[in-house]
């Protein structure tokens, strides 16, 4: 459970984020918004990349915006980025053991953990391939086998499925959509593409100029008028 | 432990030490006295040359205060060779574990600043070394704490295993060989994972929960410990030093012919070593003005940011790679 409370965030003259409260409670929770709403603006502040200048943060009654960024990463608060964090000269393997490195697993855990994500996300043969060497879906499921590795109780996705094919979007749904089942962790999914948050979020929040327009259950969010205003144009 | 095992004995770390012991064996038995020591000096400043190195190529940040950090480690051993009895390995470890420090303090700006910043701001920390080592000069068996005297009444011992400069010029690549592998294990487990998130992007590294203030300062205590242990051998290898030989153009110098060398592996520090010392001590031999070297190491310089990025240890690599397929496809 994340439960935000009257969230602040200023650059400059313009506020990102306009006194936002918000409880997400479910499995998987979208957040939709058009350009500029305060989406990616909302996972920093979450991720701690971006300070707010006022509200609260808790997580499974763990005050987010006390701890450090990697603090919170190691406490179970897993990311992944629009532009996917692939390092080239470092094989799949390095990337999901950088997240076990600091879970203090004995080796043998290590191991079995780092199989299971590949397994999960059907990486096993890529395991020693380079970051070079991936294509656009190998680099975003490195990076959520990366996140799922860290044991997560939160996985926030931004914008997972930029840049995939219609195939390599519905192999990432059902892999999100099992996130919580096989991993436990709850996600919160930022994405444009208005068919992939219907299908797995049974929860959506609308942002628009850094305020909630429209939170709820997604079918209800996606009737709602003023998301078709300032979103799904009219 | 299977894992440590199997890093340890890796075809890497094989491979130095094949190629250390081939040199402890040959190089004496064939190098007349003054290359002996000159190879003593390439060693001990492909030592350096590593340090360097590993910083630019794990964290992309330039340091160009790797010479003065030699300096630091040179005035510790001296300082303990002739302050205490201790023997020659303690006081290396000690001198390495000061520039580690000093290294340290290097890393404060490294928090904050990248790119040509932070390179100026070490470059005037070496700048700052040049004056202390200019002032005060390095210990030489005197009084006081900075123990300096007109005419040097003490004597720098060696190791116990290593009087002689055949000996001690094995001593220093068996003392190599070991910091390339410390390098090496750094950079295939935790740190080198955390480097490379680093190197990534410092939101990334956290994101995965990395500590990047730990690991920045990790990658600067290891460059300057390996930079102190540089230092320690060539107070043992010299037995007095020169505060010119630690002029703040000189971590600039080496920093230059790292790259040319090579910045992601052991022979690119070796490389990097045989420019900096072995290259005008060639010219000198050939009776020409060792100055010479600059003008090739600028033109390297150029060739390796143009077209190798690797430094001429990867275009070797590369080589051998070629020569490889090539064979694999004629059988």
Redesign the interface.
């Known amino acids: 459970m994340i439960g935000i409370e009257a969230l602040t965030v200023s650059f400059g003259g313009v506020r990102a984020l306009d006194d936002l409260s918000l409880e997400m409670k479910d499995d998987v929770v979208g957040i939709i918004g058009p350009n500029g709403a305060g989406k990616t603006t909302l996972i920093n502040v979450l991720?701690?990349?971006v300070e707010p200048a006022s509200g609260a943060v808790i997580a499974h009654d763990h005050d987010l915006l006390a701890m450090?960024?990697?603090a919170r990463?190691?406490w179970g608060l897993?990311?992944s980025?629009q532009k996917a964090?692939?390092?080239p000269?470092?094989t799949v393997e390095?990337h999901i053991?950088?997240?076990l490195?600091?879970q203090h697993l004995p080796?043998r855990d290590n191991e079995r953990v780092l199989g299971r994500v590949l397994e999960f996300t059907g990486l096993t043969e890529h395991r020693r391939r380079i970051g070079a060497r991936l294509n656009s879906a190998e680099r975003r499921l490195t990076e959520i086998a990366?996140c799922l590795a860290?044991s997560p109780k939160i996985v926030l996705l931004d914008e997972p499925g930029g840049g995939l094919s219609q195939n390599e979007t519905s192999l990432l749904q059902s892999l999100i959509g099992a996130i919580k089942q096989e991993f436990g962790a709850m996600v919160v999914l930022i994405d444009h593409d208005v068919d992939l948050i219907r299908a797995i979020c049974s929860h959506t929040a609308v942002l628009d100029f850094g305020k909630l327009i429209a939170f709820g259950e997604t079918e209800a969010v996606f009737r709602n008028e003023k998301v078709k205003a300032a979103y799904l144009g009219g | 432990m299977a894992k440590a095992f199997q890093l340890l004995f890796s075809r890497y770390t094989l491979v130095i030490l094949a190629c250390a012991s081939a040199s402890m064996l040959a190089l004496p038995l064939v190098l007349g006295a003054i290359w002996v020591k000159v190879l003593t000096s390439v060693t001990i400043f492909a030592i350096a040359a590593a340090g360097t190195s590993l910083v630019y190529a794990q964290l992309r940040l330039v340091n160009l205060a790797q010479v003065a950090l030699v300096g630091v480690g040179g005035w510790i051993m001296l300082r303990l060779n002739h302050g205490t009895a201790f023997p020659f390995e303690v006081s290396l470890l000690l001198s390495g574990a000061g520039a580690g420090l000093v290294g340290m303090l290097l890393a404060i700006p490294a928090m904050r600043m990248r790119g040509l910043y932070l390179a100026l701001v070490t470059l005037m920390a070496a700048g700052a070394f040049q004056i202390i080592f200019t002032a005060f000069q390095f210990p030489n068996g005197g009084d006081g704490f900075w123990g300096v005297a007109l005419q040097s009444p003490g004597e720098m011992r060696r190791p116990l295993l290593a009087p002689g400069d055949e000996a001690y010029l094995r001593y220093t690549i068996a003392v190599a060989a070991i910091c390339f592998i410390i390098v090496h294990l750094h950079q295939e487990t935790r740190s080198g994972r955390a480097w490379a998130m680093i190197r990534q992007s410092e939101a990334n590294a956290m994101a995965a929960g990395v500590d990047v203030t730990v690991y920045k300062v990790r990658a600067f205590v290891l460059a300057g410990f390996l930079a102190g242990i540089a230092g320690g051998l060539l107070a043992g290898a010299l037995k007095i030093l020169d505060s010119r030989s630690f002029a703040a153009g000189e971590s600039v110098l080496l920093f230059a012919v790292s790259v040319v060398g090579g910045v992601y592996g052991w022979l690119g520090a070796v490389i990097a070593g045989l420019l900096y010392r072995g290259v005008p001590a060639l010219f000198n031999n050939l009776g020409q003005d060792a100055d010479l070297s600059l003008i090739i190491f600028g033109a390297a310089l150029l060739h390796a940011i143009i077209t190798a990025e690797r430094g001429l240890a990867g275009q070797i690599a590369d080589a051998f790679d070629g020569l490889r397929r090539k064979r694999e496809e004629t059988q």
């Open positions: 991720s701690g990349f450090k960024p990697h990463a190691r897993a990311r980025f964090q692939i390092v000269d470092r390095d053991r950088v997240a490195d600091f080796e990366r860290s």
